[in-house]
């Protein structure tokens, strides 16, 4: 399989990564030579393989449901390029 | 007094009990050593003062008899891992300057052990590189050089600024994270020893996510003992990694020096790639006669599906590292470019911010998880990862202790020489190393020789789950037949 451009602009739009119409055909390309590279993987016979979900086998710890932290709000913000009152400050979404 | 940096951890250790040198002392050594080697490019942020503090207070507990097992140790510490009021970028522009507000788990654990900061080490961005290229600070340079030769080389990756600074005596040891490699490839190309756990073994709690099922912590230091006295103060449960295994944490320094006699070792006849350089075979022949002297004994095995761990990984990984870094958007921490509306400015932002190998990694990444792709390939890839992880199982299965392989298909490389034009280049330094990640094994790389240029060589010894120790004691004896290797300086 491999991508065409419509899909490279459509991926790198999923992705939430604004790609210029110059940088397509070159993307396009570099994404091209991995899939070339991942195609061997159709010739491994995967019937009745389950799939990994786990590489160590191990039951998920479950933590209790409390209330263990809290009250820092100041701090949560502390690395934000933009806030006011302890809120995050991002373009008006709702019209 | 001999130079101070050029001490291993152990015998820095006795000679900080035995007073005949101060913690402080051995830190003012270290600060010196790296102000003297910024053309290395190893550390992107030194913390001298948070250095003579630690070292100052570990001074104190010695002089009571308190000091921990890591006392005045001074450390580097890779940028992928969050230090409290400590800027922490992953090497990448749109972390910018995020000071973490908070501890990773492994570190806390190292500075409770008594270990001294100097500072944050480069590595590739969010550890997606094999060369330390990738780094928004720039490429590290590998203290080593070819013979006669004044080509700039790199360290490896992703963990090229731990490797470079502890090569260079630029500190005791580092720590480094390992998702196909970044651990092992970079300690070969620079003669130092670095040991990726099994998965679970540390905590990934405060750690900057690339790959989530595959990354691991682990130690790059100058000799076995030393990775094996870092690695006891590294690994531990923490409830707040769930895939961290609550299992006791051996004296993995008991097993360096124990006997390897009767161990099973598994040469995998998979591993003898076609064209492979002859000096990479000569390495591996060697290693294997020196475990056979030491007593053990040498069974080919077969690991058939090894070829497809490679392609395997680059869907695993880039889909993983596309969902962990979905978090960038320019809202709660890190770069912000401004856009029409919020769409437009994640965009903006996530442009600007990530690098090329990150961006193309974000996009494969999307692209296998999206609607109609999912079962073609990430599917695809995680049945086959199955496969990969029962290779080994059957092997362990009939009494293999360790695997020997080559560490990497080659030595270091000049910048600039590799993945200029098809990225597959670059990702194939990590062959010998992805399928250790694949399973969730340990893996350690020692240095075991050089090649006919006089650079570094490494090899790869594979172990059962959580059995770390077996590891130690075959690394050491590898250790002590082929001796120890120092770049000669030249900065």
């Known amino acids: 399989m491999s991508v065409d451009a419509t899909t490279v602009r459509r991926i790198a739009h999923l992705a939430r990564i604004a790609v210029s119409d110059a940088e397509v055909p070159h993307l396009q390309g570099e994404l091209n030579a991995m899939l070339a590279f991942v195609e061997q993987l159709s010739e491994v016979n995967i019937d009745g393989v389950e799939p990994m979900t786990s590489v160590t086998p191990m039951e998920m710890k479950k933590r209790v449901d409390v209330v263990n932290d809290g009250e820092i709000a100041d701090i949560i913000v502390r690395n934000a390029p933009d806030t006011v009152n302890d809120f995050f400050l991002v373009p008006k979404v709702v019209e | 007094m001999t130079d101070l940096t050029s001490l291993t951890i152990a015998e820095a ?24 080697a910024r053309v290395l490019n190893a550390y992107v942020l030194e913390t001298p003062d948070r250095a003579r503090e630690m070292a100052k207070a570990a001074d104190a507990k010695i002089a009571k008899g308190e000091g921990g097992p890591l006392a005045g140790i001074p450390l580097g510490i890779k940028d992928l891992f969050a230090t409290r009021d400590i800027r922490t970028t992953a ?40 060369s330390n290229e990738t780094s928004c600070f720039g490429p590290v340079t590998n203290p080593w050089r070819r013979e006669g030769s004044n080509t700039t080389l790199v360290p490896g990756g992703s963990s090229g600024g731990s490797a470079s600074a502890v090569a260079a005596l630029l500190c005791m040891g580092a720590t480094a994270t390992d998702t196909g490699g970044s651990i092992r490839q970079p300690a070969a190309f620079t003669a130092t020893v670095g040991i990726k756990p099994t998965y679970g073994r540390c905590s990934r709690w405060g750690i900057v996510a690339f790959a989530s099922s595959l990354d691991q912590a682990g130690p790059i230091a100058r000799t076995t003992r030393d990775a094996a006295i870092l690695m006891r103060s590294m690994a531990g449960h923490d409830p707040k990694d769930t895939t961290s295994v609550d299992i006791a944490v051996p004296d993995y320094e008991a097993a360096v020096g124990k006997s390897v006699k009767g161990m099973k070792i598994g040469i995998p006849k998979e591993y003898r790639l076609d064209g492979m350089p002859a000096e990479i075979e000569k390495l591996w022949s060697e290693g294997a006669a020196w475990l056979k002297a030491a007593g053990a004994d040498l069974v080919e095995v077969s690991l058939p599906h090894t070829k497809y761990a490679l392609p395997a990984y680059y869907i695993v990984a880039p889909a993983e590292a596309s969902s962990n870094l979905a978090r960038y958007d320019g809202v709660r921490y890190g770069l912000r470019d401004p856009g029409k509306n919020i769409i437009e400015m994640y965009e903006n932002t996530r442009a600007d911010g990530f690098g090329d190998e990150v961006r193309r990694r974000v996009l494969i990444g999307t692209y296998v998880l999206s609607a109609g792709y999912y079962d073609a390939y990430y599917l695809r890839a995680q049945k086959v990862r199955t496969l990969i992880k029962k290779d ?34 670059m990702y194939l330094n990590d062959i010998f190393t992805v399928t250790v990640n694949m399973a969730g094994l340990p893996g350690i790389a020692v240095p075991a020789g050089k090649d006919t240029q006089g650079l570094p060589l490494g090899l790869q010894l594979i172990g059962r789950p959580f059995d770390e120790e077996t590891l130690f004691s075959l690394g050491e004896v590898i250790e002590q037949a082929a001796g120890r290797f120092t770049a000669p300086k030249w900065w």
């Open chain 2, 13 to 36: 250790r006795e000679g900080l009990a035995s007073k005949s040198f101060t913690a402080s002392e051995l830190t003012d050594a270290h600060l010196a050593a790296i102000e003297a």
């Open chain 2, 91 to 130: 090497c990448s522009k749109i972390l910018g300057n995020f000071i973490p507000p908070y501890e990773s788990t492994v570190t806390s654990q190292l500075w409770r052990d008594g270990a001294v900061l100097l500072g944050k080490l480069n590595n590739d961005e969010f550890a997606m590189g094999s």
């Open chain 2, 392 to 425: 080994f199982e059957d092997c362990f299965a009939k009494g293999v202790n360790a695997i020997l392989t080559p560490a990497t298909p080659s030595a270091a490389f000049g910048i600039g020489e590799k993945g200029g034009a098809d990225p597959v280049e």
